[in-house]
């Protein structure tokens, strides 16, 4: 009886606030399809590779939309590395840096299923330990690797994009799409 009455609470609470699933704002204003096209930068190619793999995961995992490979898609986002850069974070005993901390600014550019067109900057950041390789007793390499570059553009991206479907979510509740 108590477990029932909870659970009709919690219903009435979700519902008198208006509680809408991101899922469900994000299929009311993009559809079911989404074309997606990430602008390969010439000072990071591998990184645009990388990021448009993160954000093809995130629409598909994280929003249920299916890839569409037609320009023609209700709903169209392009995106564009706007800085990544590397900052030293953590400095050894002989000077060599042992942790960064990747920061990755991308722009999404919308279109939505209803025509309308969204600009939306975001960044995503990722804290790492480089893989150091010893070259005698007292000097380590604090080079970063290609698997720890690989990595932290990938968690980088995915903060990055949470933050994307987030603001799309608040401006379709805003304009009521």
Request: proline letters at 2%; charged letters at 25%.
């Amino acid at each position: 009886m108590k477990t029932k009455f909870l659970l009709f609470l919690t219903a009435f609470i979700l519902a008198g606030c208006s509680y809408k699933p991101v899922s469900k704002i994000t299929n009311d204003i993009m559809g079911e399809h989404v074309y997606v096209n990430v602008l390969i930068s010439k000072e990071e190619p591998k990184n645009s590779v990388w990021i448009k793999d993160s954000v093809l995961e995130g629409i598909v995992t994280r929003l249920g939309k299916r890839i569409s490979d037609d320009k023609n898609a209700p709903t169209s986002i392009t995106v564009s590395i706007k800085t990544l850069s590397y900052q030293p974070l953590l400095f050894d005993e002989y000077g060599y840096v042992t942790s960064y901390k990747a920061i990755l600014a991308l722009n999404f550019d919308t279109r939505l299923k209803n025509g309308k067109i969204l600009s939306v900057t975001t960044s995503g950041e990722h804290d790492f330990t480089v893989s150091q390789k010893i070259r005698d007793t007292r000097f380590a390499d604090g080079v970063i690797s290609e698997s720890d570059r690989y990595n932290a553009v990938k968690q980088a991206s995915q903060e990055a994009f949470d933050e994307y479907i987030a603001t799309l979510a608040v401006k379709g509740l805003k304009r009521g799409d």
